[in-house]
Nanobody, 118 residues
């Protein structure tokens, strides 16, 4: 079982920056490491969409709409993933969810709200 907890959301003006953090807590009985971790978001009236993912080896994948503005990183020793968001736009307003994969399963956090004002 994995618990996933996000932090770092909030209100920011367009053009500003925010950094999200997500920690995955793994059972001490697990013999398998956390695999891919990532961020997804769901804006008002929209479906959940990919923001960025990162493997344990550091390979990254980004949604087209955040390339060049957002950066995902992780600390494997802490099972923690970060999302540095720069040059934020109003359309980045959404609930951001962290995702962690363990074996064939995937686990979601409760989400953190990011609101970008003009």
């Amino acid at each position: 079982q994995v618990q996933v907890v996000e932090s770092g959301g909030g209100l920011v003006q367009a053009g500003g920056s925010l950094r999200l953090s997500c920690a995955a807590s793994l059972s001490i009985f697990s013999i398998v490491n956390i695999g891919d971790m990532g961020w997804y978001r769901q804006g008002p009236g929209n479906q959940r969409e990919l923001v960025a993912t990162i493997t344990r080896g550091g390979f990254t994948n980004y949604g087209d709409y955040v390339k060049g503005r957002f950066t995902i990183s992780r600390e494997n020793a802490k099972d923690t993933v970060y999302l540095q968001m720069n040059s934020l736009k109003r359309e980045d307003t959404a609930v951001y969810y962290c995702n962690a994969r363990l074996g064939s399963g995937q686990y979601w956090g409760q989400g953190t709200q990011v609101t970008v004002s003009s």
